[in-house]
């Protein structure tokens, strides 16, 4: 018994607390608005087009090669099983739209005479 009453305590203190904190936090209707602030813009570089691509184009590269660095590569028998999942696939379903296409053709044929 002693355990639920101390859970009973606990969340009767939680309870409390937090209908205190609502009494204390002041009404969004009584804020006033936030004025909007100036934005200060950064400072032109000055001829800083053509090295700014090349430098940007640069660590453009260096993170591919690190995020490539990261992937684990399938190995060749892996590669080999998927291409050949992926290949009779790939007929079945060819197989299948072809005997539909088929019977479809000769069902309109026969209607339309």
Request: charged content about 30%; cysteine-free.
């Amino acid at each position: 018994m002693r355990l639920f009453e101390k859970k009973d305590e606990s969340s009767t203190k939680k309870v409390q607390s937090i209908e205190t904190a609502r009494k204390a936090a002041p009404r969004p209707s009584a804020a006033k608005p936030a004025k909007p602030r100036k934005v200060e813009k950064a400072p032109k570089k000055s001829g800083g087009f053509p090295t700014g691509w090349i430098e940007i184009s640069r660590q453009y590269l260096r993170e591919v090669v690190f995020e490539l660095r990261k992937v684990v590569w399938p190995s060749r028998k892996e590669t080999v099983g998927s291409t050949a999942v992926v290949l009779v696939i790939v007929g079945l379903s060819a197989l299948f739209l072809g005997v539909v296409d088929f019977f479809l053709s000769r069902l309109v044929r026969l209607l339309i005479g």
